[in-house]
């Protein structure tokens, strides 16, 4: 009998295999455990097997990246493979103001204009946030020169949320583990700057790098990695990779606390930092004559800290991509840990265009808060891509494009269960949404999957015995008003194709020219079978009056309407034409920059209907009528 079992962890399992091995020894061949104190100590012998195995288990699972569950583990095991997780980020905004010194000069005596003011660094302005007031800094002394007219223009200044801090350290040789760690958490690393004084009093300007590529041993630099309880220590050079700070050097550290994502949304900002200029070799305040700031950009992109799962996903990818950007994947895991607002990246080449462009890569952002991403980051993103894209590659950022899907679902339900009927309603919606916030939606390249759809509903309750549900894609045309102009709607996915036309529906617009509300529809060609034309029309006495014949192709194997240009004046929804097509299959893919959302608003339907047959008041089914599985909504228009 072999008792070479090393694989048990279960308490009781150790203690019976304990108890297998003491009766294979001749001297306890019959004796009985239960009925004596030894049976105590072989709990305690499986106990303590128990606890050892455990933790040799979680240690084992600590030790790889893809099982550890503490962050230090996960940090330090990314650090080896070159990928430092995001630290937490401030949410910036950029702010205009103005600084008349006029009335400064007389106030305080002065014959001659200044001829540059500084914005000190540290404390700009406080922002008002929906949950409170915030503190908005600046990390670097900003100048700028006065104008003749004698104000000083600060014009589309970037601003942090967050506290600036310093912290100091003096080098001593003598402590060969020394090591400079900053005291606060919550610390975003892109703010941190570094000075250091040598004992002469000699000051120079150390920067951080990522890597060591290109570092020589005169390379002023300094790494950052996060340590316990996400605190941050700076690396310095050895003299042979980057330069060694001297022995009794004072080593400055600037740096900003935030609070991360809670820093987004302010607009309204009020002055609280500090003017200078400088007279006669001193740095003088100025204390008035500051305008109201004008907010260019309400604060965004603030994150916290990269959780767990993000760093797992990512650090083995970028790792992949070996700190350049040459396929779409290696776009697609760099852009993350340079833009920290991210929830989806798209990244394709222009080869995979029709006709192909090459030499262009396209890439689109889901940012986490809003639904595009503004001029600004796409400018900061593209700047540190520099470092890592290929020679010879433009870069293309694209707006992300809504594919709305809206479903007419008719839920049978048996009345007979306790739930109402309002409940099941309310359940129905509240299973439908979670499934619309899920991973398999959310996501560039995501697929709404019909199947998983149908069955989520009819596993909401016992009480649903089935349902009918039919899927609709909408693109929202926002057009350029009293101007002309064509437009472009892709929907990615195959077009369903009546011949006798109206597969297409559109929410009433006015153009000029044409009295009367007017809507798009489509008419097959037959000779194609694959493309068609759009018509506009208006109804008169409930039905189509065509008003132009010719106003657009439609392609129902790409699933593309162009419409030919034209002057919109004014539609129906304010801000948008919303355009409906009919999907030739139910499972609706998300691709290259389209972006699925599973419309869960008025334009979807659900209708709930007694199931006479499962109740048992129509046991027959004579009577009983079933839903149509297609679609019921006007026949002409959205």
Same mark, same amino acid.
Request: net charge negative.
């Given at each position: 009998m072999s008792f070479n079992q090393f694989t048990n962890l279960d308490f009781i399992d150790l203690r019976d295999q304990i108890k297998d091995y003491l009766r294979a020894n001749s001297n306890f061949t019959d004796f009985d455990y239960e009925g004596s104190n030894f049976s105590i100590l072989i709990d305690t012998l499986a106990y303590n097997s128990y606890i050892t195995a455990y933790n040799t288990n979680m240690a084992v699972n600590e030790s790889f990246i893809d099982s550890a569950t503490l962050r230090e583990n996960v940090v330090s095991l990314a650090r080896n493979i070159g990928y430092v997780p995001r630290s937490k980020t401030s949410a910036t905004a950029n702010i205009s103001f103005t600084v008349d010194l006029n009335d400064y000069i007389a106030e305080?005596?002065?014959?001659?204009?200044?001829?540059?003011?500084?914005?000190?660094a540290g404390l700009v302005a406080k922002g008002t946030v929906t949950n409170g007031d915030y503190i908005f800094s600046v990390p670097d002394d900003i100048a700028v020169n006065v104008g003749g007219d004698g104000i000083a223009r600060f014009t589309n200044i970037p601003i942090s949320e967050g506290t600036l801090l310093t912290k100091t350290f003096t080098v001593d040789d003598s402590q060969k583990d020394a090591k400079y760690v900053l005291p606060n958490a919550n610390i975003d690393t892109s703010s941190i700057r570094v000075t250091?004084?040598?004992?002469?009093?000699?000051?120079? !300007?150390f920067n951080r790098y990522d890597n060591i590529f290109d570092v020589d041993a005169n390379s002023r630099l300094f790494l950052v990695q996060e340590i316990l309880d996400e605190r941050y220590q700076l690396l310095f050079g050895d003299n042979t990779l980057g330069k060694k700070p001297e022995n009794g050097s004072v080593i400055s550290v600037t740096y900003i606390v935030t609070n991360g994502e809670e820093g987004n949304g302010s607009a309204n900002f009020t002055f609280n930092g &500090?003017?200078?200029?400088?007279?006669?070799?001193?740095? &003088?305040?100025?204390?008035?004559?500051?305008?109201?700031?004008?907010?260019?950009?309400s604060s965004e992109n603030g994150s916290d800290i990269e959780s767990?799962?993000?760093?797992?996903?990512?650090?083995?990818?970028?790792?992949?991509?070996?700190? &350049?950007?040459?396929?779409?994947?290696?776009?697609?895991?760099?852009?993350?840990?340079?833009?920290?607002?991210?929830?989806?990246?798209?990244?394709?080449?222009?080869?995979?265009?029709e006709p192909p462009e090459y030499g262009k890569v396209y890439i689109t952002i889901k940012p986490q808060n809003g639904e595009f991403i503004s001029d600004v980051s796409k400018a900061s993103i593209k700047s540190g891509l520099k470092k890592y894209t290929v020679a010879g590659i433009k870069q293309e950022f694209l707006d992300l494009k809504y594919l709305y899907v809206e479903y007419e679902s008719t839920v049978s339900y048996d009345p007979g269960f306790a739930e109402t009927k309002e409940g099941l309603r309310s359940s129905i919606l509240n299973a439908i949404s979670t499934y619309a916030k899920s991973s398999d939606i959310n996501q560039f390249g995501g697929r709404l999957k019909y199947s998983k759809l149908l069955n989520i509903i009819d596993k909401v309750s016992d009480s649903v015995t089935s349902n009918i549900t039919n899927l609709k894609m909408r693109r929202n045309l926002v057009p350029l008003y009293n101007q002309f102009a064509n437009y472009e709607l892709c929907y990615g996915n195959r077009f369903h194709m009546?011949?006798?036309? #109206?597969?297409?529906?559109?929410?009433?617009?006015?153009?000029?020219?044409?009295?009367?509300?007017?809507?798009?529809?489509? #008419?097959?060609d037959s000779a194609t079978g694959t493309t068609g034309v759009i018509k506009f029309?208006?109804?008169?006495?409930?039905?189509? #009056?065509?008003?132009?014949?010719?106003?657009?192709t439609v392609d129902y194997?790409?699933?593309?309407?162009?419409? #030919?240009?034209?002057? !919109?004046?004014?539609?129906?929804?304010?801000? &948008?034409?919303? !355009?409906?097509? !009919?999907?030739?299959?139910?499972?609706?893919?998300?691709?290259?920059?389209?972006y699925i959302v599973l419309d869960t608003t008025a334009n979807s339907t659900l209708s709930l209907l007694e199931d006479v047959i499962s109740s048992g008041s129509n046991r027959s089914g004579v009577t009983y009528v079933p839903p149509s599985s297609f679609l019921s909504t006007s026949k002409y228009t959205r």
């Open positions: 305080v005596g002065l014959v001659n204009i200044p001829k540059l003011v500084k914005l000190k250091v004084t040598s004992p002469l009093g000699t000051s120079e !300007i &500090r003017l200078t200029y400088t007279l006669a070799g001193s740095e &003088r305040d100025i204390t008035t004559g500051t305008s109201l700031i004008t907010t260019v950009q767990i799962d993000s760093i797992k996903y990512l650090a083995p990818r970028v790792y992949a991509s070996q700190q &350049r950007a040459v396929t779409a994947n290696d776009y697609m895991s760099l852009i993350p840990s340079l833009y920290s607002n991210v929830e989806s990246v798209s990244a394709y080449g222009g080869e995979e265009l009546d011949m006798e036309g #109206f597969n297409i529906k559109s929410s009433s617009f006015k153009i000029d020219g044409v009295d009367g509300d007017l809507y798009l529809t489509d #008419f097959p029309f208006k109804m008169v006495n409930d039905v189509p #009056f065509y008003v132009n014949n010719a106003a657009g194997k790409k699933g593309e309407i162009i419409l #030919f240009p034209i002057s !919109i004046s004014t539609s129906g929804l304010t801000d &948008r034409i919303e !355009i409906q097509v !009919i999907p030739e299959s139910n499972d609706i893919v998300a691709k290259q920059n389209l």
